[in-house]
């Protein structure tokens, strides 16, 4: 079972950044695919999600700034992330949706600090 999300950092508000995930087959094939986003002391939510065909959904925070896409051949899943805001401050994990905090494997996720 692989889910490796790299790509996070530290950037000004205003600027963008762009996650990868890696994951292992048994995850990503036939799988509807999703980003999370835990921040200190809040719950785990969804920020995109997107089908194997390519259907989308975001969440209203982020609609019309991040872009969630995929490769099935490299089984991996992006997020390009524009016009970030402190808000957007959180450690980013991609999953399967569906899968459960604390049950399911999630991987480390990757930390996204937004500087006002």
């Known amino acids: 079972v692989q889910l490796q999300a790299s790509g996070g950092g530290l950037v000004q508000a205003g600027g963008s950044l762009t996650l990868s995930c890696a994951a292992s087959?048994?995850?990503?094939?036939?799988?509807?695919m999703g980003w999370y986003r835990q921040a200190p002391g809040k719950q785990r939510e969804l920020v995109a999600r997107?089908?194997?065909?390519?259907?989308?959904y975001y969440a209203e925070s982020v609609k019309g700034r991040f872009t969630v896409s995929r490769d099935n051949a490299k089984f991996t899943v992006y997020l390009q992330m524009n016009s970030v805001r402190p808000e957007d401050t959180a450690v980013y994990y991609c999953?399967?949706?569906?899968?459960?905090?604390?049950?399911?494997?999630w991987g480390q996720g990757t930390q996204v600090t937004v500087s006002s």
């Open positions: 999953n399967r949706v569906g899968a459960r905090a604390g049950i399911d494997y």
């Open positions: 087959g048994s995850i990503f094939r036939l799988n509807v």
């Open positions: 997107i089908t194997s065909g390519g259907s989308i």
